[in-house]
């Protein structure tokens, strides 16, 4: 079955300490793999997009990478406006319609 | 703003009742996807549509709900006979034809049901 598991769950920084999110995924001919910010009471919006393994996107304090098996989203020097939740995504190839399946994802909060 | 619009953002109501809502996609997207999202967990798959045709429909998707996109442009999903359990964010997204994997999210409407 697919699935994309997210750790941690929760990540509490100081300004300026930087770190990491993995998103570990688990489905058959990977399509490419999203990560999305979420405020709370928002809907997620859209950050990356990763098609291969080896592939970088960055932006702004945001880096994305993949690997065969995960993606990391790593945070340099954060700052309080940086504390979302972040989630990734996969899409599932299903009966050739494509729908994404999200992990649960990393709620991220910066302290100043 | 040309981003993915929904409507209402907020939904209280007590259980048994019906209610509806909408969604107004991004205007060049013909693809048109429904998630529900509860507190602590990403969004889940509900139902999708390419251009006014429902191709998929998750089983999560109980006979109570139903979704339509008349003409192919907004989007409806009723749910009747409401239950405290259908408390959630609903979701709406839109993706172009040509990326239909970057799926645009809108704001949600969020439901109470009492």
């Known amino acids: 079955e697919d699935q994309v598991t997210q750790s941690p769950e929760a990540l509490r920084l100081q300004e300026g300490e930087s770190s990491s999110l993995n998103c570990s995924y688990t489905?058959?001919?990977?399509?490419?793999l999203f990560w999305y910010r979420q405020d709370p009471g928002k809907g997620p919006e859209f950050l990356f997009t990763?098609?291969?393994a080896g592939e970088e996107k960055e932006k702004e304090r945001l880096k994305a990478t993949l690997t065969k098996k995960e993606s990391f989203l790593h945070i340099t020097a954060p700052k309080p406006e940086d504390s979302a939740t972040y989630l990734c995504?996969?899409?599932?190839?299903?009966?050739?319609?494509?729908?994404?399946?999200f992990g649960a994802g990393t709620r991220l909060a910066v302290h100043p | 703003d040309t981003g993915v619009s929904q409507d209402p953002r907020h939904k209280i109501t007590k259980r048994g009742q019906n209610v509806t809502f909408r969604c107004d996609p991004i205007?060049?997207?013909?693809?048109l996807y429904w998630y529900r999202q509860t507190l602590g967990q990403g969004p889940e798959f509900l139902t999708y549509?390419?251009?006014?045709?429902?191709?998929?429909k998750s089983r999560l998707l109980s006979d109570r709900f139903s979704a339509e996109r008349p003409k192919g442009s907004f989007s409806t999903l009723e749910i009747q006979r409401t239950e405290q359990g259908d408390s959630a964010m609903y979701l709406c997204?839109?993706?172009?034809?040509?990326?239909?994997?970057?799926?645009?999210f809108g704001p949600g409407t969020r439901l109470t049901v009492t």
């Open positions: 549509f390419q251009n006014e045709a429902q191709l998929e």
């Open positions: 997204a839109s993706s172009p034809s040509g990326a239909p994997y970057e799926q645009y």
């Open positions: 205007s060049e997207h013909n693809r």
């Open positions: 990763l098609y291969s």
């Open positions: 995504a996969v899409p599932m190839f299903s009966g050739g319609y494509n729908k994404l399946i």
């Open positions: 489905v058959s001919g990977l399509r490419g």
